[in-house]
């Protein structure tokens, strides 16, 4: 594990002691190319190797990257004195003493130097060079994640906001890696440009959950791009912020040694039906739950994706029942004779009748309250007609009586 | 036909058995598993004994909503009974939660009417498995179908396409190699006469009596002529009929009331000339 430690001052540093964790890494010239490689998404600018921690903030500071081939006592007494935070603060008063290099701080007599600056002077002189011994903190994950950034240009078009949203949400993943948990719902907000028109509005929020908790990179940016594709800025957005709302924690899976099967899943099918959820519409991805009831219709309720499925044990059905059922009912044209048809084709009455009433206790609109015979049917002439589900309204005086209700298909 | 000198050679005998050499009088084996269909006729002219996967196969009907079901109810009955490939569980610790015995979902992207899950119920499908995907237009679809067919996560995608043109379709064939599900897409009869990428195509139409008329327009193999007839009566059905009814259509056929005569001569598509034509062309070519 590398020992993430953070210098809070005027310039912001991370310092990482990796002594113990070079061979994780493979090696400090594969770390180094990493580092160079992924740094500039995390925002990195500066990179510096030393024995000594404020050693390598000295040098990363002053521009010099590698402070451990060569010895570091003569690279640092060449820097200049704002290179250490402890003694930038004497700069002035260092600079008239005809001080301009640490090393040139470093031949003073250390008694007087240190009764005229104080000892943290000399401590961190101390430290840097490696003569001191160095303590830092852990650096703890706050409770809360809440990332803003400001972007370079003003941006009006909603998918190009992309790039800049997975910075954010890759410090997102870091943190929650940090803390060994999973979000399951973020909000992604954004202020607007100040030249904005009046009716714009500061700004806005995307609300964005997921079925699983997650904190897969890939599946996360892929959802956001979907919501930001559908998304219609008001004005050109100046700055984004990133707000990690519901964080649980997440049961993690040791990754196989052997390579994936070709059988198991590419995408878990919570993430392909959200993903699918968010581009046609919740309530395009639909779920059904059974419920107990012996009118066709109420047999069944489809549920958009996102709603909560609760397990139900329903007894099925006593009769046989259709696989497609048609809603509304289909009205059939009858013949003279009453006999319905069905495309052009007279229906020849196979089973039935099966008689279906009910639906009193409930109001109109939930509940119809049904009075019909149901009669299984198909195409009188040889064939070609599929096998129908077709029903007579009971005690009806309309015209239409007769309804296409379900294919045994 | 193979010379019977062919035949008897020791050295050609061992070049047949290779999987890899593929004879245009035989059927084509399939290299990738297959899922028996439950109808012993269409197995043995399926190549591979079954229902494809990571291929798309095509389905040509005259109109959506006839008989799906009841063609794939068994092969979909059996497959999605199966244990899903669960995610890889740490074996020390017990989950924290029971996980239920996860079933393969089965997609359906734009079904012609609403499934009906109490009669699903009957081939086997659970309520949980099912997931019904309503699209507004053919474009999403379309991109419904390739996204379910690339995430591989469905026991099986069944799709019904009613305007995808070829190009689509050989993309979406491409997605389906890397599948293991068996995806079946439906289509109206009209593009029969159009290219298709999807290596097994066939015509579905309701037959005579409670039969299934089934033909193969295109397969890895040699040309098949003749249409198959499948019995598929739902067994539920079956109960409810009277005996004089499962007999063939030829001795009730009398018995259906009189129809009219300014009625019975109503335009209807006759199922002999739409299934003649494909049967003609593969004879001519042969």
């Not at chain 1, 941006?155 to 399951?184: D, F």
């Not at chain 1, 707000?243 to 994936?260: G, I, K, T």
């Not at chain 1, 709603?307 to 029942?321: F, G, T």
């Not at chain 2, 010379?3 to 999987?19: C, F, I, M, V, Y």
């Amino acid at each position: 594990m590398a020992l993430l430690e953070e210098e809070e001052e005027e310039s912001q540093a991370v310092l990482l002691e990796l002594g113990a964790s070079l061979r994780l890494f493979g090696g400090l010239r594969a770390l180094h190319r990493r580092v160079l490689q992924e740094g500039p998404a995390y925002g990195v600018q500066g990179l510096a190797w030393a024995p000594t921690s404020l050693g390598a903030l000295a040098l990363a500071r002053a521009g010099i990257v590698d402070g451990l081939t060569q010895d570091l006592t003569p690279l640092l007494d060449s820097l200049p004195l704002h290179s250490l935070s402890a003694v930038a603060a004497h700069e002035p008063m260092l600079a008239r003493l005809g001080c301009q290099r640490l090393g040139q701080l470093r031949a003073l007599p250390r008694g007087p130097t240190a009764r005229r600056f104080g000892a943290a002077l000399l401590q961190a002189l101390d430290q840097a060079y490696g003569q001191a011994p160095e303590a830092h903190a852990w650096v703890v994950a706050p409770e809360q994640f809440q990332a803003r950034l400001e972007l370079p240009y003003r941006i009006e078009n909603a998918p190009a906001l992309s790039h800049y949203i997975e910075q954010l949400l890759r410090q997102l993943c870091a943190w929650l890696a940090a803390r060994h948990a999973g979000i399951k719902r973020l909000t992604l907000a954004w202020q607007h440009d100040a030249m904005r028109a009046r009716e714009a509005g500061s700004g806005g929020q995307l609300s964005l959950g997921t079925a699983d908790t997650t904190r897969d990179f890939g599946h996360l940016a892929r959802l956001l791009r979907e919501h930001l594709a559908q998304l219609t800025l008001q004005a050109p957005v100046g700055e984004l912020q990133l707000r990690a709302d519901e964080v649980l924690a997440l049961q993690e899976h040791s990754a196989s040694l052997l390579p994936d099967s070709p059988e198991q899943a590419r995408e878990p099918l919570n993430q392909l039906l959200e993903r699918m959820a968010v581009r046609l519409g919740p309530e395009r991805v639909r779920r059904a739950r059974l419920r107990e009831d012996h009118r066709p219709e109420c047999m069944q309720d489809w549920l958009a994706w996102g709603q909560v499925l609760p397990a139900a044990s329903v007894r099925p059905a006593l009769q046989p029942q259709p696989s497609w059922l048609l809603e509304p009912p289909l009205a059939l044209k009858t013949r003279r004779d009453h006999q319905p048809l069905h495309q052009g084709q007279p229906l020849q009455l196979l089973a039935g009748p099966q008689r279906i009433e009910g639906g009193w206790w409930g109001g109109r609109a939930v509940d119809p309250q049904v009075q019909r015979d149901y009669f299984l049917a198909r195409g009188a002439s040889s064939g070609q007609s599929g096998l129908l589900w077709i029903y007579q309204e009971r005690l009806s005086t309309a015209e239409q009586r007769w309804f296409l209700h379900g294919v045994f298909a | 036909m193979p010379s019977p000198a062919l035949a008897t050679d020791p050295s050609h005998a061992a070049l047949l058995a290779d999987a890899r050499l593929w004879r245009a009088t035989s059927l084509g084996a399939s290299a990738s598993p297959c899922i028996a269909s439950g109808f012993g006729a269409l197995d043995a002219q399926l190549p591979g004994g079954g229902w494809p996967t990571r291929m798309l196969s095509e389905i040509l009907q005259a109109q959506a909503g006839l008989c799906e079901w009841r063609l794939l109810g068994p092969a979909l009955g059996r497959l999605l009974l199966q244990q899903a490939p669960q995610q890889p569980q740490p074996t020390r610790r017990k989950p924290a939660t029971p996980v239920p015995a996860a079933r393969p979902p089965l997609l359906l992207v734009n079904p012609p009417q609403q499934p009906h899950l109490p009669g699903l119920r009957a081939h086997g499908i659970t309520p949980q498995q099912l997931v019904w995907v309503a699209p507004a237009n053919a474009l999403q679809a379309l991109w419904a179908t390739e996204q379910a067919i690339k995430a591989n996560a469905a026991g099986a995608v069944l799709a019904w396409l009613p305007e995808a043109r070829p190009a689509q379709i050989r993309r979406l064939q491409a997605a389906a190699l890397g599948s293991a599900a068996p995806v079946f897409l439906f289509r109206p009869l009209a593009v029969q006469t159009q290219s298709s990428a999807a290596p097994l195509r066939l015509i579905l139409n309701p037959g005579a009596d409670w039969s299934l008329e089934l033909l193969i327009l295109k397969r890895r193999g040699p040309a098949h002529a003749q249409a198959l007839r499948l019995e598929a009566l739902p067994a539920e059905l079956a109960a409810l009929l009277a005996p004089r009814q499962l007999r063939p259509a030829t001795v009730i056929a009398p018995k259906v009331p009189a129809v009219p005569k300014e009625l019975s001569h109503e335009p209807k598509p006759a199922p002999s000339a739409v299934l003649a034509r494909p049967a003609a062309r593969a004879a001519s070519l042969q």
